[in-house]
């Protein structure tokens, strides 16, 4: 098969590495890529959003199954682009429509999705500009703390926790009023805070069939002991101690049947990954939110721990056929830490050479924010730069491995976290 996959950042060199490794995979090409894809499959030029472009690449290079990584252009219905071309409309495309996309394109639509159809979530309210003091008057009054939500797509950083009622009238001044996320927070979800652990799970499903894959856990915060802003994501682990088969089974029960029954029954056409971020609040799980593909950097985890052929798991989600296939993983768990440059999630410096990346020989190294200079040097390009994922026969031991691979990379200013996967242990040794 001739596969593209669509991305530049560590969950779709992830994607490339897995795709690559397959026995069917005759040809893969990256849009746009990055430092690391380069060495597993062909980059091009092309930008995520430019649909012509796309299409145009595709027919020129038979391309015979797209991948799509981020969510903005799933957003921004590419799916249905490809749907409305005659010459398109044949190639499998793992990725939902639209309608589908604003699972995780609209906060409001989600939480009223998941009210139709009994899927647990918190409690919530939708607010814009024009009904403001109606908001802050609900602000001043809801339970602490209060989590506001900017409807649209924010990079992951459109949720604020706020401890205060102050803090909470604050934010959601500056999220309708001044803009805070543009357009993302023209709408804004207040929502109920939820005490527990979060997890997330991972589902493919071709509109019909499903298949829940390994689960995982991710470190939002810039700061050690989840402190400080939200980023992208700092590092993952799987498995999870506390999602066990009793869990899982409530997860599949309560929320992931509902959601793809839910999908069907309004025909929305949904081929392709549901990202469930959930909290397991005292064994129950509520939805936190919806994404429409996979997360980043829990695909550096997910898929190394994934043993079949990804691809033979891409097409048949792509033709309809996941019922006839199932996917079998490795026992070991994965562990990754995320390397970013200083300053991020504010603004920082890009074009740094990195070094010592050859050099790691106890992990995997995702490429995320690279790019090669005229020279082959690797540069950073981007406030996520790497992700290094260690494998071993415990979640101590993979953390060992991927922190020994971090301590081999260097470049000006570099930052990580030390406490990567730190609060599972805590939890596998009580």
């Given amino acids: 098969m001739r596969i593209l996959v669509l991305g530049s950042g560590g969950r779709e060199h992830a994607f490339s590495w897995k795709i690559a490794q397959s026995p069917k995979c005759e040809a893969l090409f990256v849009a746009p890529g990055n430092a690391g894809t380069a060495e597993v499959g062909t980059n091009i030029d092309l930008n995520v959003n430019d649909f012509d472009g796309i299409g145009n690449f595709v027919k020129q290079e038979n391309i015979d199954l797209v991948v799509v990584g981020p969510e903005d252009p799933l957003v921004k219905g590419i799916a249905d682009y490809f749907k409305n071309d005659s010459e ?3 190639v499998g495309l793992v990725g939902p429509s639209k309608e589908g996309a604003q699972l995780e394109g609209s906060k409001d639509f989600s939480k009223q999705f998941m009210e139709r159809h009994n899927v647990p979530t ?36 459109g949720v604020i926790i706020a401890e205060t009622h102050e803090h909470a009238r604050e934010t959601l001044k500056e999220m309708l009023v001044d803009a805070k996320f543009g357009d993302a927070s023209s709408r804004v979800v207040i929502e109920q805070y939820l005490d527990g652990i979060e997890l997330s799970v991972f589902v493919l499903t071709d509109g019909e069939n499903y298949k829940i894959l390994p689960e995982a856990k991710d470190y939002k915060r810039i700061g050690e002991q989840d402190t400080g802003l939200n980023t992208g994501g700092m590092g993952a682990v799987t498995p999870i101690p506390f999602a066990n088969e ?23 056409d949904y081929k392709g990954f549901i990202f469930i971020g959930l909290m397991n609040v005292g064994g129950d799980p509520y939805v936190i939110e919806y994404n429409v593909r996979m997360g980043d950097p829990e695909t550096q985890v997910v898929l190394p721990k994934i043993k079949s052929d990804l691809v033979d798991l891409l097409e048949a989600t792509a033709k309809g056929t996941l019922g006839d296939i199932d996917y079998t993983t490795h026992p070991e768990a994965f562990t990754t830490v995320v390397m970013v440059s200083g300053g991020y999630p504010g603004s920082y410096p890009k074009g740094l050479a990195i070094s010592g990346i050859d050099t790691v ?3 995997t190294v995702f490429h995320a924010g690279t790019k090669l200079d005229d020279s082959n040097t690797v540069l950073t390009n981007g406030g996520r730069v790497l992700a290094i994922t260690g494998k071993a026969d415990s979640v ?6 991927a922190y020994n691979g971090v301590n081999k990379i260097s470049w000006q200013d570099e930052y990580h976290r030390k406490d990567i996967g730190q609060d599972i242990l805590r939890l596998i040794n009580n």
């Fill in 396 to 401: 101590e031991k993979a953390l060992e491995n």
């Fill in 122 to 157: 918190a409690r919530s309210k939708t607010f814009t500009k024009e009904n403001l003091e109606e908001g802050l008057n609900y602000v001043s009054s809801h339970p602490l703390p209060v989590v506001l939500k900017a409807d649209g797509l924010a990079a992951g950083k």
């Fill in 361 to 363: 020989d106890t992990a």
């Fill in 246 to 268: 009793e869990f899982l089974s409530k997860v599949e029960e309560r929320v992931v049947k509902p959601t793809v029954n839910g999908l069907k029954s309004e025909n929305i």
């Fill in 88 to 90: 398109l409309a044949n």
